[in-house]
């Protein structure tokens, strides 16, 4: 299953470095090329993926996880669509 997983982490006090090795832990491959998206290719349904990352976050930050389907469209860089078009959805 392919997720996209988009996120507004606030506080600058917070070591989000938990956040983001459950994030890659948990997924089998990613994809990283804009500041606060990631896509990532896992066995996970997006209520689970979510629920991995909501204890390394606070109550003022911000977190959306949804399944991706080949009906997209966007200005990205070539090894993007390459990695988005590599992947069986």
Known sequence: ???IVTYELKSTL???SPFF???KKNAGQWWHFMESTWIVSTNFPPDDFAK???PH???ADSLFVGRLQKDYQGWL???AWKWLNDRNF
Do not use: E, Q, R
């Open 21 to 23: 090795d459950a994030l």
């Open 52 to 54: 991995l990352l909501y």
């Open 1 to 3: 299953m392919i997720l």
């Open 14 to 16: 917070k070591d989000y």
């Open 57 to 59: 976050m606070t109550n």
């Open 77 to 79: 860089p070539a090894d």
